[in-house]
């Protein structure tokens, strides 16, 4: 029952004045795309979608999700009754390929970089960033608590994403006029 807040909403703002055209997120809450935002890199999977254990048909996870969550009804497979696993990435599982490679090119060809509440500490994803910096993209950080690379950011902002990045959106929509 989560709803976006106004970071997902301010992305999306950005997104559409043409400022960022890439989220690569490691959250599988299908919030970015609820916001609006158009291109979405999810490298840890997403709750949406549910494959079959055992002949891998894909299915939307909204029909399944009520029954599992108000009367504990395991998700099957409506072909072979096997059980349905939600889209994401358990631990140890390996990240999605096309996905990461997607991520890896955005990454390569940005000319900016924002990162907004992450701690950065999961891997691989915390290493993704680096090829940015390497390619020389400005790093804007937004997060609540410090991170590896702040030392590395052109601009840090310390604080919660839903507070500032509206604010940001508004004075970069401000400057643009």
Request: aromatic fraction near 6%; include cysteine; charged fraction near 20%.
């Amino acid at each position: 029952q989560a709803q976006p807040n106004p970071a997902h909403y301010a992305l999306t703002a950005l997104e559409n004045a043409h400022h960022f055209e890439t989220v690569i997120t490691q959250n599988i809450d299908c919030l970015h795309q609820r916001a609006g935002f158009q291109k979405v890199l999810e490298v840890h999977g997403t709750l949406a979608h549910l494959t079959c254990t055992h002949c891998f048909r894909h299915y939307e996870a909204e029909q399944f999700l009520a029954p599992y969550i108000n009367d504990g009804i395991i998700p099957l497979c409506l072909e072979c009754k096997h059980i349905l696993k939600p889209d994401v990435i358990f631990f140890e599982e390996e990240l999605p390929l096309r996905t990461w490679q997607q991520a890896e090119r955005a990454m390569r060809e940005t000319d900016l970089l924002l990162v907004a509440g992450s701690s950065l500490v999961v891997v691989p994803m915390a290493g993704l960033l680096m090829r940015a910096l390497e390619n020389g993209a400005p790093l804007i950080m937004v997060n609540k608590t410090p991170t590896y690379l702040d030392v590395r950011a052109n601009v840090v902002i310390p604080g919660d994403v839903a507070d500032i990045l509206p604010r940001l959106a508004h004075e970069v929509e401000v400057e643009g006029d």
